[in-house]
């Protein structure tokens, strides 16, 4: 079983903390990714990771960076957070294949940190 | 713009009823993927199927079917005979290329539809 463990369920934070969110997989997957979940949102892309030291911006990646430094690890860096940072977090991994369609393999996904900034 | 629209929020529905979630893509690409995923109360989201965009076969899945046409960009999900398990959040997803080679392709997700089943 695919297993994509992060390291807390609910997390409250002050204003201006620097803040770090931990995910780590255990199936050898190229890919990690960190999405934020918004109700009337739905999933929105803030970082993903294809490699080790690799990182690419999604579509929300202000106010966030990333550090891929060992393949199983993805963490995701609020360097200042702020109220507008109060979310769900999902972090998510996928195995790269060869050929056209061995990117499109599906994601499998943590059970998410719910953070709070007070 | 929304790549991927479910248009229903919200659906309830009485156990045994069956019930579609609709979604509605839009790309431009002619090679992509689309995704249903399932996301319980619990909140850990669950793969329930991927279909390429050269496939549009219908596929069925013990009470779960989808069926995916390209002329509308549609890809709809149904449910028979729904039972209580299934209440959850549902969503479609969309995967299309992203320019980088041999990298991971995000998903563009809907809003996501939540259905209620009651007994």
């Known amino acids: 079983d695919v297993k994509v463990t992060q390291s807390s369920r609910y997390l409250v934070k002050r204003t201006g903390e620097k803040v770090f969110l931990e995910c780590v997989q255990d199936?050898?997957?190229?890919?990690m990714f960190w999405y934020r979940q918004d109700p009337g949102l739905g999933l929105r892309l803030i970082y993903f990771?294809?490699?080790?030291?690799?990182?690419e911006k999604g579509d929300i990646p202000e106010g966030y960076s990333v550090s891929r430094e060992k393949k199983e690890r993805f963490s995701l860096i609020l360097e200042s957070a702020s109220t507008n940072q109060t979310s769900m977090y999902l972090c998510?991994?996928?195995?790269?294949?060869?050929?056209?369609?061995?990117?499109?393999?599906?994601?499998?996904f943590g059970p998410g940190t719910r953070l709070t900034v007070l | 713009a929304q790549k991927v629209t479910q248009a229903q929020t919200e659906i309830s529905v009485v156990e045994k009823e069956d019930v579609t979630l609709d979604c509605v893509y839009e790309t431009r690409d002619t090679t992509y993927y689309l995704f249903w995923y399932k996301q319980p109360p619990s909140g850990e989201l669950v793969f329930l199927i991927r279909?390429?965009?050269?496939?549009?076969q219908n596929e069925i899945s013990g009470r779960y079917s989808w069926n995916f046409q390209k002329s509308t960009s549609s890809f709809n999900f149904t449910i028979t005979a729904s039972q209580v398990v299934d209440s959850a959040v549902y969503f479609c997803a969309l995967s299309e290329p992203n320019g980088l080679e041999n990298s991971g392709y995000a998903l563009n997700f809907g809003k996501g539809t939540s259905l209620l089943v009651t007994p």
């Open positions: 279909r390429n965009s050269f496939d549009e």
């Open positions: 998510a991994s996928s195995l790269w294949t060869s050929g056209v369609w061995g990117s499109y393999n599906e994601q499998f």
């Open positions: 199936m050898d997957h190229e890919n």
């Open positions: 990771s294809y490699d080790v030291k690799m990182k």
